[in-house]
């Protein structure tokens, strides 16, 4: 076995246990590289199938593009597909100009929270398009796709995290976790975060692409400007890179070429040195 | 022509090391100078320290490019194990670097449960210190074999080789009590950066390899390919409503391989099928079979009905199978571990509840030395306890195979601590007794209670020196016979029972089946304890495994009044007339008697 084989082991493992564990298991899809490939990894964890829903939070400011690859791609793989949005936060007309803390706030965190415990719209896709979903269950398990190389307090996480009553995330008191013995028991109210991807980095994320062929949104590749995307996220928050690659290959030899960190187009960073962590102890991903 | 795209870059190995050692001792330090020192770091990241540092009025602080936390980086202290990369020309490296204090052991047991290899760091000012050995302990029972022991902070000692030698002699003597064997001793400065990745002038007396030398020379564990096969039971999938008829095995292989054809057992039930398929999703051909690590799924010839937990293994190439395991821990958790106390045991996808039924030893991890045994181990003690499953267990012993002889125990909510597979001792006789009643559609106990008009329980009479107790049994069990209740009277010797903590009696691996068989069978059983002082005023008989069937106590002292009627323990007055006290006691069993 590779250091691929043994990446994908892993995480194929980690799914495998999340679904035999909770009951109401979700997987948070962004769209983005990292997520699509934990999408991949769960129909090799179970032959072919995605047993659970998908949920992605639409900001109503992603890139349009992603919008459709997520619909097609949701069509064309059968999956459960759900997705939550602050509504009431859109409607007070919420947007990055009063400050993206705030703007991230409600419109991922706010919206993650109440999208997972029921209380906050959720639709489903349909033949017919989107409509409200009937399971308003909170979900106890929610399976996420960050990666521990990404930036400093992701780098801490545990494979199976538990967030408390508030969404909250406790890092000063984890769970011990060893010998692929996960936290699978979980008090009301609460749920557990699963990272299946946590040992994975940039780089493996590609080869993983380029090996398996996944069909990634092409937002990644330059398409003849001499920029593409190294992350994706909502449009006015999110910079290009100056980049001439065109597949997984020349991502990877690109990347193993530079030491500048992926999220340096990710806005929200540059807030606070320690924004993330903030952002991630009140239940972001 | 077509222009050919370009070359995928070929797969680089990786390594997964740990930094451990006392608190302070500059392991956050010498990860982040590796970090920097290898340009495995992004400049703006060392920037954006640089500027902390600043605000904080510190000069530039290595450990801050791990330490990411808000906290940690206020407290100077790492909390929690941090993970990140770094490549030398050899390979890639994952670097946990793990926590020092002993408050975050269950930190260090996370970040140090997914290395390869260590690297255990001591202040060569300090020297050797609690956390030193503790962690040095912990390695050895997490199966980490290849360790290098830094001897860090030379520059606070003057660069001298006497206190490296001693530091060198000291450790190597506790490590050896211990059965662990470090690959080598490095002096280093990680602030000064001697010795971490260039070899500075120092030290000239050191002629051995540098920190990053040292790393590479570790090798990758042989794959566990070659041992007895062992695939736990993860799941076992059937998406009927996805249209998909396959019945599908799932696990990921602990040891050996198997191929499609191959004979395979599943244990503890010793169900014998064999291989059928080998299933996949996009695979790049179909699978042939499987080997250690992998994550797969299997069809099999015939169905057979598998648990998760199960083990699928070769005929002749089992592992044991046992309710009773001598193991050694480690605690983490908020609560000591207690005997009697009642865990949720995991080892590999098998979870079952167990109970502790001793604590044999504890050894203080800051000396190692043994206090002996006691009732309980505190959080952050190692012990060796005996464990009592509810449920037979396959397993291996730790000397034998790692990952199916691993586990951990749950209290509450929380893994509270880790252990490995000694020994696996006797069936639990108490254990064995439960088996024979918890068959589905069995003519079971409620059963006959109803047909027979009345409940089984268990009447205990502590026998006082003027035989009271055997007088009131016999005259109970008359009574009862010509009542038409199913009943049967026992007269226990002092061997027949077993101390269980300071409070319990529990009834002999050779009583207690026959015990449980009767009440069972619907009896109800009377049985008299002998003669002893101390027995007979505090000491209870309590039926383990056996909690839904009714216990009783009766015991003799002079001027008691009895108890009230609804307790499970009275204390009669041996003054009064045997006919009363018969009558008393029939009394307070009314509700389970014929009416």
Same mark, same amino acid.
Not at chain 2, 149 to 176: C, H, P, W
Not at chain 2, 220 to 244: H, T
Not at chain 2, 288 to 294: F, L, M, N, P
Not at chain 2, 444 to 460: C, D, V, W
């Given at each position: 076995?590779?250091?691929?084989?043994?990446?994908?082991?892993?995480?194929?493992?980690?799914?495998?246990?999340?679904?035999?564990?909770?009951?109401?298991?979700?997987?948070?899809?962004s769209?983005g590289k990292d997520s699509t490939v934990m999408?991949?990894?769960?129909?090799?964890?179970?032959?072919?199938?995605?047993?659970?829903?998908?949920?992605?939070?639409?900001?109503?400011?992603?890139?349009?593009?992603?919008?459709?690859?997520?619909?097609?791609?949701?069509?064309?793989?059968?999956?459960?597909?759900?997705?939550?949005?602050?509504?009431?936060?859109?409607?007070?007309?919420?947007?990055?100009?009063?400050?993206?803390?705030?703007?991230?706030?409600?419109?991922?965190?706010?919206?993650?929270?109440?999208?997972?415990?029921?209380?906050?719209?959720?639709?489903?896709?349909?033949?017919?398009?989107?409509?409200?979903?009937?399971?308003?269950?909170?979900?106890?398990?929610?399976?996420v796709g960050a990666r521990?190389?990404e930036?400093?307090?992701?780098?801490?996480?545990?494979?199976?995290?538990?967030?408390?009553?508030?969404?909250?995330?406790?890092?000063?008191?984890?769970?011990?976790?060893?010998?692929?013995?996960?936290?699978?028991?979980?008090?009301?109210?609460?749920?557990?975060?699963?990272?299946?991807l946590?040992?994975w980095?940039e780089?493996?994320i590609?080869?993983?692409?380029?090996?398996?062929?996944?069909?990634?949104?092409?937002?990644?590749?330059?398409?003849?400007?001499?920029?593409?995307?190294?992350s994706?996220?909502?449009?006015?928050?999110?910079?290009?890179?100056?980049?001439?690659?065109?597949?997984?290959?020349?991502?990877?030899?690109?990347?193993?070429?530079?030491?500048?960190?992926?999220?340096?187009?990710?806005?929200?960073?540059?807030?606070?040195?320690?924004?993330?962590?903030?952002?991630?102890?009140?239940?972001?991903? | 022509?077509?222009?050919?795209?370009?070359?995928?870059?070929?797969?680089?190995?990786?390594?997964?090391?740990?930094?451990?050692?006392?608190?302070?001792?500059?392991?956050?330090?010498?990860?982040?100078?590796?970090?920097?020192?290898?340009?495995?770091?992004?400049?703006?990241?060392?920037?954006?320290?640089?500027?902390?540092?600043?605000?904080?009025?510190?000069?530039?602080?290595?450990?801050?490019?791990?330490?990411?936390?808000?906290?940690?980086?206020?407290?100077?202290?790492?909390?929690?194990?941090?993970?990140?990369?770094?490549?030398?020309?050899?390979?890639?490296?994952?670097?946990?670097?793990?926590?020092?204090?002993?408050?975050?052991?269950?930190?260090?047991?996370?970040?140090?449960?997914?290395?390869?290899?260590?690297?255990?760091?001591?202040?060569?000012?300090?020297?050797?210190?609690?956390?030193?050995? +503790?962690?040095?302990?912990?390695?050895?029972?997490?199966?980490?074999?290849?360790?290098? *022991? *830094?001897?860090?902070?030379?520059?606070?000692?003057?660069?001298?080789?006497?206190?490296?030698?001693?530091?060198?002699?000291?450790?190597?003597?506790?490590?050896?009590?211990?059965?662990?064997?470090?690959?080598?001793?490095?002096?280093?400065?990680?602030?000064?950066?001697?010795?971490?990745?260039?070899?500075?002038?120092?030290?000239?007396?050191?002629?051995?390899?540098?920190?990053?030398?040292?790393?590479?020379?570790?090798?990758?564990?042989?794959?566990?390919?070659?041992?007895?096969?062992?695939?736990?039971?993860?799941?076992?999938?059937?998406?009927?409503?996805?249209?998909?008829?396959?019945?599908?095995?799932?696990?990921?292989?602990?040891?050996?391989?198997?191929?499609?054809?191959?004979?395979?057992?599943?244990?503890?039930?010793?169900?014998?099928?064999?291989?059928?398929?080998?299933?996949?999703?996009?695979?790049?051909?179909?699978?042939?079979?499987?080997?250690?690590?992998?994550?797969?799924?299997?069809?099999?010839?015939?169905?057979?009905?598998?648990?998760?937990?199960?083990?699928?293994?070769?005929?002749?190439?089992?592992?044991? *199978?046992?309710?009773?395991?001598?193991?050694?821990?480690?605690?983490?958790?908020?609560?000591?571990?207690?005997?009697?106390?009642?865990?949720?045991?995991?080892?590999?996808?098998?979870?079952?509840?167990?109970?502790?039924?001793?604590?044999?030893?504890?050894?203080?991890?800051?000396?190692?030395?043994?206090?002996?045994?006691?009732? +309980? *181990?505190?959080?952050?003690?190692?012990?060796?306890?005996?464990?009592?499953?509810?449920?037979?267990?396959?397993?291996?012993?730790?000397?034998?195979?790692?990952?199916?002889?691993?586990?951990?125990?749950?209290?509450?909510?929380?893994?509270?601590?880790?252990?490995?597979?000694?020994?696996?001792?006797?069936?639990?006789?108490?254990?064995?007794?439960?088996?024979?009643?918890?068959?589905?559609?069995?003519?079971?106990?409620?059963?006959?209670?109803?047909?027979?008009?009345?409940?089984?329980?268990?009447?205990?009479?502590?026998?006082?020196?003027?035989?009271?107790?055997?007088?009131?049994?016999?005259?109970?069990?008359?009574?009862?016979?010509?009542?038409?209740?199913?009943?049967?009277?026992?007269?226990?010797?002092?061997?027949?029972?077993?101390?269980?903590?300071?409070?319990?009696?529990?009834?002999?691996?050779?009583?207690?089946?026959?015990?449980?068989?009767?009440?069972?069978?619907?009896?109800?059983?009377?049985?008299?304890?002998?003669?002893?002082?101390?027995?007979?005023?505090?000491?209870?008989?309590?039926?383990?495994?056996?909690?839904?069937?009714?216990?009783?106590?009766?015991?003799?002292?002079?001027?008691?009044?009895?108890?009230?009627?609804?307790?499970?323990?009275?204390?009669?007055?041996?003054?009064?007339?045997?006919?009363?006290?018969?009558?008393?006691?029939?009394?307070?069993?009314?509700?389970?008697?014929?009416?």
């Amino acid at each position: 076995m590779d250091q691929l084989d043994r990446l994908e082991a892993q995480s194929v493992y980690i799914l495998r246990e999340a679904y035999k564990s909770f009951k109401n298991l979700c997987m948070l899809w962004s769209i983005g590289k990292d997520s699509t490939v934990m999408l991949w990894l769960a129909r090799k964890a179970f032959f072919g199938h995605v047993p659970f829903p998908l949920v992605h939070i639409d900001t109503s400011y992603k890139i349009p593009s992603m919008i459709a690859y997520r619909d097609r791609i949701a069509r064309e793989w059968n999956l459960t597909m759900i997705v939550g949005q602050n509504e009431e936060a859109l409607a007070g007309g919420m947007n990055h100009t009063r400050g993206r803390l705030v703007c991230c706030t409600a419109l991922k965190t706010q919206a993650l929270k109440q999208t997972l415990d029921g209380t906050g719209p959720r639709y489903r896709l349909t033949a017919d398009g989107y409509v409200p979903d009937s399971n308003r269950e909170p979900y106890t398990g929610v399976i996420v796709g960050a990666r521990g190389d990404e930036e400093g307090s992701r780098s801490k996480e545990r494979y199976f995290s538990p967030r408390g009553v508030d969404n909250n995330w406790d890092l000063d008191d984890q769970p011990p976790e060893l010998w692929n013995q996960f936290k699978t028991d979980f008090a009301p109210g609460t749920h557990i975060r699963i990272h299946p991807l946590l040992d994975w980095t940039e780089i493996n994320i590609w080869e993983y692409v380029e090996r398996e062929n996944i069909p990634m949104i092409d937002l990644y590749y330059d398409h003849g400007q001499g920029r593409r995307y190294r992350s994706i996220g909502c449009a006015p928050c999110t910079g290009m890179v100056t980049s001439t690659c065109r597949t997984p290959a020349e991502i990877i030899a690109e990347l193993r070429t530079t030491n500048v960190s992926e999220r340096s187009g990710r806005a929200q960073d540059q807030a606070d040195p320690h924004a993330m962590e903030k952002l991630r102890r009140d239940g972001y991903m | 022509m077509t222009t050919s795209p370009a070359p995928v870059p070929a797969l680089r190995e990786q390594m997964n090391i740990v930094i451990v050692g006392h608190v302070d001792h500059g392991k956050s330090t010498l990860v982040g100078r590796l970090l920097a020192d290898t340009g495995s770091i992004d400049p703006a990241r060392i920037e954006k320290v640089r500027r902390i540092c600043e605000r904080q009025g510190k000069h530039f602080e290595y450990s801050f490019l791990l330490d990411a936390l808000e906290a940690e980086q206020e407290q100077g202290i790492t909390i929690d194990a941090a993970r990140c990369f770094f490549r030398s020309p050899q390979r890639d490296y994952l670097i946990i670097d793990a926590p020092g204090h002993i408050e975050f052991l269950k930190n260090m047991v996370t970040g140090a449960a997914r290395a390869e290899a260590a690297l255990l760091l001591i202040d060569a000012a300090e020297g050797v210190r609690e956390n030193s050995r +503790r962690h040095g302990y912990v390695l050895g029972m997490l199966g980490i074999k290849q360790v290098a *022991v *830094v001897v860090n902070k030379m520059d606070r000692v003057g660069y001298d080789q006497a206190v490296y030698d001693a530091i060198v002699s000291e450790y190597t003597a506790f490590l050896a009590q211990i059965g662990l064997k470090p690959a080598r001793f490095i002096p280093v400065s990680a602030l000064q950066g001697d010795q971490i990745v260039d070899r500075n002038a120092t030290m000239p007396w050191y002629g051995g390899p540098t920190v990053l030398e040292s790393i590479d020379a570790f090798a990758k564990a042989p794959p566990a390919e070659d041992q007895p096969l062992r695939m736990p039971v993860q799941d076992v999938y059937r998406f009927n409503r996805f249209g998909d008829v396959r019945r599908i095995i799932a696990g990921r292989v602990a040891s050996g391989r198997f191929a499609v054809g191959d004979e395979v057992v599943f244990l503890p039930s010793g169900k014998r099928t064999r291989i059928a398929s080998v299933e996949g999703f996009s695979m790049r051909e179909t699978p042939a079979g499987a080997v250690a690590g992998q994550c797969t799924g299997v069809t099999m010839t015939e169905q057979v009905f598998v648990n998760r937990g199960d083990l699928m293994c070769r005929p002749g190439e089992q592992p044991r *199978v046992s309710d009773r395991i001598r193991v050694n821990v480690f605690w983490l958790g908020r609560e000591p571990l207690r005997r009697g106390r009642t865990y949720k045991l995991k080892l590999t996808t098998y979870s079952g509840l167990c109970e502790v039924e001793k604590v044999e030893e504890v050894l203080d991890a800051s000396a190692l030395t043994s206090p002996g045994a006691r009732d +309980r *181990v505190e959080r952050h003690e190692v012990a060796r306890v005996i464990l009592r499953l509810r449920r037979p267990l396959a397993c291996d012993l730790s000397d034998e195979l790692e990952e199916t002889s691993r586990l951990v125990l749950v209290d509450g909510y929380d893994v509270a601590g880790g252990g490995i597979v000694r020994e696996v001792l006797e069936a639990g006789a108490e254990d064995a007794a439960l088996r024979w009643t918890t068959e589905v559609g069995a003519i079971n106990r409620p059963l006959r209670e109803t047909k027979q008009g009345h409940r089984a329980f268990l009447l205990a009479l502590h026998d006082d020196l003027d035989q009271n107790g055997v007088a009131l049994a016999q005259a109970l069990e008359e009574s009862l016979w010509s009542s038409s209740h199913n009943v049967f009277r026992l007269q226990l010797q002092a061997d027949d029972l077993v101390k269980a903590g300071t409070d319990e009696l529990h009834l002999g691996p050779s009583t207690y089946p026959l015990v449980a068989a009767l009440l069972n069978a619907g009896q109800i059983v009377i049985a008299t304890l002998p003669w002893n002082e101390t027995w007979a005023r505090t000491v209870a008989l309590r039926l383990p495994g056996l909690d839904v069937v009714p216990c009783f106590q009766v015991r003799f002292h002079a001027g008691a009044d009895g108890g009230d009627d609804g307790e499970a323990d009275w204390t009669l007055d041996p003054a009064r007339e045997p006919r009363a006290l018969h009558d008393d006691v029939k009394h307070r069993l009314k509700t389970l008697l014929r009416s």
